[in-house]
């Protein structure tokens, strides 16, 4: 006979006498509630870094190789289980957190929404790991940092030089500019919509009519009903969980890989910001499903024969849902340039670049005032042959691509006014 | 040894003079009042009784029953059951009548184990625990989204184990082979109007004596005690589901008493003179009995169907000969022709309904078909006793 209880099960309670309840130990509560990074050989205070994927000293260079595990899309999904949106819904409980450091024992208090906090005074890095108010709601995946800060550095420099209605002298702030890596938290939905829509669809057609004695021909539209099935699945929709980041910049900066999901470990947020989620799973889900519902709506509208409709009506029914909370990297950086701060965003795996820029407005009205001058001289020449007998036949047509001259003048500024703008308030 | 003319036997142990007999027919061995004719067998209906000496053809087992369920049918929903069982059967033979099964009518006992235990037990088992989750469903109507929110249950299987020391009381087993047979047959009896024996109990009835002993017996009782030690197990951990229950369990203190069940039988003879038995539950008068149609009066209602239609043809072609002379006639004899038809292809129904509950009256249902398998297999029924 087998050993009893087996090692990994544990006495639990038991609602009838003379029987004994055993059940699988449960998973160990996150183990330290601080974990703290310190050199092995030196004492100095270790970092992630993006470069090669582990642990660096910032003082001896010593390198502790990391634990790679990439789970991708596979990572564990959750279902929307009542317990768990109820529990989401408490929050984080206490607003600031009280934390001593390791090193050298100061007080400090932070938010509890930080994962993440370097001792202002020593310089160590410590990753917090709050209690969740359920295990399911700490962040179990992350996609870690892969563009560094030199990279940061780079790809700002070249943004901030590849238009001409940048001021020349941006470029240099490039080089001094300080990028902040923060994980920013993301929910992922997956569900599978099944949809049945109806609506009243426009057909033109033809007719054949008498109308004072005489047969003609008349366009009619022609609304008949119309209905359709789509099945869809919509994949790891990602919903931004965080307030305190601009939503705009974030929409722009997009493009995660998923793929590349690997499963929380407190070293990849060694020396990094880190934000617990402060938009709840119940709110993100709500987000999320529209999203999904406006896709599937979509879908729906295309299967119509043609695209003119009304009466448009569908139900849809979502099942398999399920979600995911993971953290995202991301750099953080602000520079002055004049009188004014500009905010700009580095998506840490990608690099993409996204931000607001300032626009030399002297140059842009500079530009857009060259570019009239073709069109006015064509114009005065015209005017001019054309008051002239001799030349009268020459100014009609040189009037009119001195006209043309003016339209694509004019598109040219308005396209150029518009981007100009969009790089000033992105 | 000495001679003895009061002779003692285990017999007397049940409190009361009673005779030992065996049938060769249902292999039935029975305690009978004394003074009952050793006739008809009690539990086939077959004339097949033959006294036993108790010292030779010693039983299975011979203790007296310390508890009986008694019998609680009043007369008249006896009487009311069996008319109503008369009534119900097809083209019902002439022998089976109330009055014919009312007068057969034999109270008999049947006997059933019960069994106390001590249970000692490791046991594992996947346990089930309900969990809701939240789903949606949307309408897009006139520009708006609405939104419903549904609740669906699904259930969380989790590994478990224990130990289990539990006693088990008073649980059935089975007394006689054919137990779960006559089970499907009259239904499960209520055990909480039980009662300790008394030796007047078999003043009027038979006693049906086991076929199994307890050792047995056990295999069976030990599959209901492990049902019950998983629906105990289930409870222990609160789940709401249980599967993938096992256990190895050691067990003593076993403790067999052999209870009384209540049982009436009775029965009636085919056209072929062959006997049919009727059951019911001496508690609460489920009856259950082989149906069996007379083909002799199928054939009755045949020809007087068949004749009619015989009638009715030729009524018609004298119409028809008469048609010749008067044509209003000859529409007449068309319907009468067709209706001869009617009527001679009904004539048929009969010999149909009758064949049809002879052929296929066991597999009506579970219990039906019990009811067949107990009669012709567990006994026999239809062989020839032995010259
Ligand atoms: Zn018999």
Known sequence: ?426 | MMLNTTKTTWTDTWGQPLTLAGCWQCDGVFLLPPQRPLTICPYCGQESLDALDTAVDRPVYTQPPELLLPFTITDVNIQENLAQFAKKTWFAPADLSPQNLLARLQPIYLPLWLVDANAQATWQAEMGYNYQVVSHKEAFQSGQWRTQEVRETRIRWEPRLGRLNRHYDNQMAPALEEQRLLELALGTYQLNGIRPYRPDDLIQAAAHLPNRPPADAWTEARESLKKIAAEECRQAAAADHIREFRWTADFDAQNWTQLLLPLYTTFYHDDESRVHMVFMNGQNGNLRGQRRASMQKARRWAILIGSSAVVIFVISLLLALLGHFREAMLPWAGAGLTIALLVGVTAVLPLLAAWYVNRFGHFYDDGQQALAELTNVAWKAGEQPPV
């Not at chain 1, 038991?14 to 601080?34: C, D, L, N």
């Not at chain 1, 007080?107 to 906090?117: F, N, S, V």
């Not at chain 1, 934000?275 to 295309?302: F, H, P, S, V």
Request: hydrophobic letters at 40%.
């Open chain 1, 1 to 426: 006979m087998m050993t009893f209880p087996p090692d990994n099960y544990v006495l639990t309670e038991s609602a009838v006498s003379g029987i004994e309840v055993y059940m699988p130990r449960p998973p160990k509560e996150m183990q330290q509630e601080v974990v703290e990074f310190h050199c092995p050989q030196c004492d100095a205070t270790t970092a992630y870094s993006a470069e090669n994927g582990g642990l660096t000293c910032t003082h001896c260079g010593h390198y502790e190789a990391p634990v790679q595990e990439v789970v991708g899309k596979a990572a564990v999904e959750f279902e929307f289980t009542v317990e768990t949106i109820e529990r989401a819904a408490h929050g984080w409980g206490i607003e600031r957190k009280e934390l001593s450091c390791n090193r050298c024992g100061v007080h400090t208090t932070i938010a509890t929404d930080m994962l993440t906090h370097t001792c202002p005074f020593c310089g160590s890095n410590q990753v917090v790991q709050v209690k969740a108010p359920q295990d399911v709601l700490r962040p179990r995946f992350l996609v870690p940092f892969k563009t560094t800060e030199d990279n940061c550095r780079q790809i700002t420099a070249n943004w901030l030089q590849n238009s001409w209605m940048l001021p020349k002298d941006l470029q240099k702030l490039a080089r001094t500019a300080e990028f902040t890596p923060i994980y920013i938290p993301f929910w992922t939905f997956d569900a599978h919509a099944s949809a049945y829509w109806r609506a009243e669809v426009a057909h033109t057609k033809q007719k054949t009519v008498w109308s004072g004695g005489r047969r003609t021909t008349k366009t009619v539209t022609e609304w008949r009903w119309e209905s359709g099935n789509v099945e869809q699945f919509h994949d790891d929709l990602l919903v931004n969980g965080s307030n305190q980041i601009s939503k705009v910049l974030l929409r722009q900066m997009r493009g995660y890989d998923l793929q590349e999901l690997v499963p929380y470990d407190a070293s990849y947020l060694a020396g990094m910001q880190a934000q617990a989620y402060d938009i709840g799973l119940e709110e993100a889900w709500e987000l999320g499903r529209d999203a999904m519902r406006q896709r599937t709506k979509a879908a729906c509208r295309t299967q119509a024969t043609s695209q003119r409709m009304r009466n448009f009506s569908m139900s849809l029914d979502f099942s398999k849902e399920t979600w995911r909370y993971i953290l995202l990297p991301l750099y953080l950086a602000t520079y002055a340039y004049g009188n004014e701060r500009f905010q700009v965003m580095i998506n840490g795996q990608s690099g993409k670049i996204a931000g607001q820029r300032p626009v030399d407005w002297r140059k842009v009205i500079g530009v857009t005032a060259v570019s009239m001058l073709p069109a006015i001289l064509l114009g005065l020449l015209s005017l001019y042959l054309s008051n002239n007998v001799a030349t009268a036949d020459v100014g009609v047509p040189v009037g009119f691509v001195a006209v043309l001259a003016l339209i694509g003048a004019l598109v040219f500024i308005i396209r150029a006014v518009q981007t100009a703008l969009q790089m000033d308030d992105a």
